[in-house]
């Protein structure tokens, strides 16, 4: 948001206060929801106050994203009382609003006109675009009473991600929003912006009086930025509106009926093979030798890992790195070509790049064998494989004709990585794999990552979460925040400060 954009908003710190005494904004008893002979919710009790930031946690499928369509109005519930309360005076039913992990704005109109748009009547005059940038600065005002009047005219296209949320936060508050659900509002950001939105969230929270409630994997995010928290499982509400403070991890993790991960320091580590099968090198005399069976992890700002991974599975124009296979150069000028090179990949935006929501669970299960063997007829023996990966998987699936709609964000990730099961790869490349999935849904994702490295399939992995390469990976190559490669993690520095230290970035 431009140099001043932030300031005001104080610099972060742990959410280490007592939870909100404040009105309930939000008083959810009883909600129950089936989907035919499908109970997703069996009894949810949910409550948020004025003031207080609110985790909601449970697992890949506990039943949170349809408890928030239906406090949004989006879906009927089958029975059960919401019950709400505004504290602004005159008026009985506060806004609620939602804030999604992928942004929801028009690229090419301003900031003024993606805030504006939704009080707009007649079409964009000058009059309404006039009281647009009001509105919009108004709103942004209220998040950082610093903004300068010239950012509502920038267009959307330009901002960061960080700035993106923020501007769509203000639109909600535009429209008088008092409860704002973030459904895995880091899940693209990077450290910094993460403070960003936290030191956002704080004062909208603590100076406005705004309930919070936040969707997320990341315990150590949770335990900065939150004051309570409502864990469900299986559709049920097991802990409501509980401080935090009452709770350790190992009972949260216990809570939502998922394992806790082994700790960094209990990781297999893999023992590489003696010759290099496949070598990269890049700018700054940066040079990856990758053998057989190695998990490599990717740490730092995106463009880094990004400039990386592009030419690797062909879907880079770059010529930064360069690629030899068994001392051989190559050049990727496409997925297609990588594919049938040995090279799969599981992009990191899942719904745009990953899955193919149009075609059945067995088309997406075999679109890499379709690939590689040029076909396009699912065969029988094909059909009974697909199922043996869905069953093995544990994916929650009626019938491997249904579309991956049918199944979370956590079993549509297994999915994509069950895609390359059982083929003869040289490398598998993987970004961001984990994102916006809950805890026994990762340790699934890691474990079919492990079998792929045990069979000697070369695997770069690339995270923004610290400890999760800290744990699988056998080596981590750094990049700073400007994107330029720093180099290999040495072993005594193999922790979470030593990757800080590496790319700059806070762990």
Not at 84 to 103: C, D, F, M, N, R
Not at 183 to 191: M, R
Not at 248 to 265: C, F, K, L, T, Y
Request: charged residues 20%.
């Amino acid at each position: 948001m431009g140099p001043s954009a932030t300031q005001g908003l104080g610099s972060g710190g742990g959410a280490l206060r007592e939870p909100s005494n404040g009105q309930p904004l939000l008083d959810v008893t009883g909600i129950e929801k089936s989907y035919g002979a499908t109970r997703v919710l069996r009894g949810v009790d949910f409550q948020v106050r004025a003031g207080e930031i609110h985790a909601l946690l449970g697992g890949n499928g506990a039943g949170k994203s349809t408890l928030i369509r239906i406090i949004t109005g989006l879906t009927a519930r089958d029975t059960g009382e919401i019950r709400v309360a505004s504290q602004k005076p005159g008026s009985s039913t506060p806004v609620i609003a939602v804030v999604h992990q992928e942004l929801a704005l028009l690229p090419e109109l301003s900031v003024a006109e993606n805030i504006g748009i939704v009080h707009a009547r007649n079409g964009l005059s000058a009059s309404s675009m006039r009281a647009m940038r009001r509105i919009a600065l108004d709103a942004l005002r209220l998040i950082d009473p610093a903004t300068p009047e010239d950012f509502v005219d920038q267009p959307a296209r330009s901002l960061s991600l960080h700035e993106g949320q923020v501007v769509e936060i203000a639109r909600a508050l535009s429209i008088g929003a008092e409860v704002l659900l973030l459904d895995e509002p880091t899940a693209n950001l990077t450290s910094g912006e993460t403070g960003k939105l936290f030191a956002v969230l704080r004062r909208l929270a603590h100076a406005e009086g705004i309930g919070i409630v936040f969707v997320s994997h990341r315990m150590k995010e949770i335990r900065e930025l939150c004051d309570v928290c409502t864990i469900l499982r299986d559709g049920v509400t097991v802990e409501n509106a509980t401080p935090l403070a009452a709770l350790s991890d190992a009972a949260i993790v216990h809570q939502m009926g998922q394992p806790a991960h082994r700790s960094a320091a209990t990781r297999p580590r893999s023992k590489a093979a003696s010759a290099a099968a496949i070598s990269l090198s890049g700018p700054e005399g940066a040079s990856i030798e990758l053998t057989p069976g190695t998990i490599l992890g990717l740490a730092g700002a995106p463009p880094g890992p990004i400039g990386l991974i592009g030419p690797l599975v062909g879907a880079g124009k770059g010529r930064n790195w360069q690629i030899s296979l068994d001392g051989v150069q190559v050049r990727f000028t496409s997925p297609t070509q990588a594919v049938r090179a040995g090279v799969g990949y599981v992009s990191g935006d899942r719904a745009a790049k990953g899955i193919l929501s149009q075609l059945p669970i067995v088309d997406n299960v075999l679109a890499a064998r379709r690939i590689r063997d040029r076909r396009r007829i699912v065969r029988s023996a094909e059909q009974h494989e697909c199922a043996d990966l869905v069953a093995a998987l544990k994916l929650k699936a009626r019938s491997i004709w249904d579309l991956p709609s049918s199944l979370s964000g956590g079993n549509q990730q297994k999915l994509l990585v069950a895609r390359w099961l059982g083929l003869p790869l040289r490398m598998v490349v993987l970004e961001e794999p984990t994102r916006g999935v809950d805890i026994g849904t990762k340790r699934d994702v890691y474990d079919l990552v492990r079998q792929m490295a045990d069979a000697g399939v070369t695997v770069v992995w690339w995270s923004t979460e610290n400890v999760e390469l800290l744990e699988l990976c056998d080596r981590i190559f750094a990049f700073d925040t400007d994107g330029r490669p720093k180099g290999f993690l040495e072993d005594d520095h193999f922790t979470e400060d030593g990757v800080a230290e590496l790319t700059g970035m806070a762990a």
